[in-house]
């Protein structure tokens, strides 16, 4: 029972390089979301899709694209990375938009480097 | 203004003690649920416990049990007989309505042999 998965678990890039985190789960969920955790602010919220075919953004969604590209898929691309952009990048999944009380399921990170 | 507040960036604890993690959260959405997560040293994130802005009960799973005070808008984590194997990042988190769960910054705690 794999959950949500993400790839890959490291990447380090030079500023101005490109790259898709790419996620995917197998919870049968409708709604997915992209986080990033920086030290001493917790998790923020980037993009989500409340379900297959809708994207919105979250809190941070500036330098970011998603695509939700089924309902098991949905990836984040950063088209030009800053150093700003270092950070740990955490996939979501949850059962539903209008599921207030159901948790969301994360995959286990991906830490990212922007040099 | 912020969603989670958690004002304890770090505790101590003896084992086989019980200690208190505090959280405060603000909404005006009538239906919310509240969560806590721990982030282990691996660094997943582990669902723990919820409890919903309508219970009336305090949620428990196993040693966690959530003190929830809906008119002080608080959801303290309770951890009873604590081990070494808690010693991580704890993490409260509101969700309103449809979809954002929201994250406090976090409390570290650490467990003393």
């Known amino acids: 029972n794999a959950g949500v998965t993400q790839t890959p678990k490291f990447q380090v890039l030079k500023t101005g390089q490109s790259m898709t985190l790419q996620c995917a789960q197998d919870m049968n969920h409708n709604s997915m979301y992209w986080y990033r955790q920086d030290p001493g602010m917790g998790l923020r919220l980037i993009y989500y899709?409340?379900?297959?075919?809708?994207?919105d953004k979250g809190e941070v969604p500036n330098g970011y694209n998603v695509s939700r590209l089924n309902k098991r898929e949905f990836s984040l691309r950063l088209e030009s990375a800053a150093p700003s952009q270092t950070s740990v990048y955490f996939c979501?999944?949850?059962?539903?938009?209008?599921?207030?009380?159901?948790?969301?399921?994360f995959g286990n990170g991906t830490r990212l480097t922007v040099t | 203004a912020q969603k989670i507040t958690q004002t304890q960036p770090g505790m101590f604890v003896q084992e086989k003690e019980a200690v208190t993690l505090d959280c405060t959260y603000d909404t005006s959405d009538p239906s919310y649920g509240l969560f806590w997560y721990k982030q282990p040293s691996s660094g997943e994130m582990i669902f723990l416990i919820y409890?919903?802005?309508?219970?009336?009960q305090n949620a428990t799973e196993g040693r966690y049990s959530l003190n929830f005070q809906k008119a002080r808008k608080s959801a303290n984590l309770v951890i009873s007989a604590s081990q070494l194997g808690d010693s991580a990042m704890y993490f409260c988190?509101?969700?309103?309505?449809?979809?954002?769960?929201?994250f406090g910054t976090g409390t570290r705690l650490t467990v003393i042999p």
């Open positions: 988190a509101m969700r309103e309505g449809a979809n954002n769960l929201f």
């Open positions: 899709s409340a379900s297959e075919g809708t994207t």
């Open positions: 409890q919903g802005s309508y219970d009336q």
């Open positions: 979501a999944s949850s059962v539903g938009p209008s599921s207030y009380n159901s948790p969301l399921h």
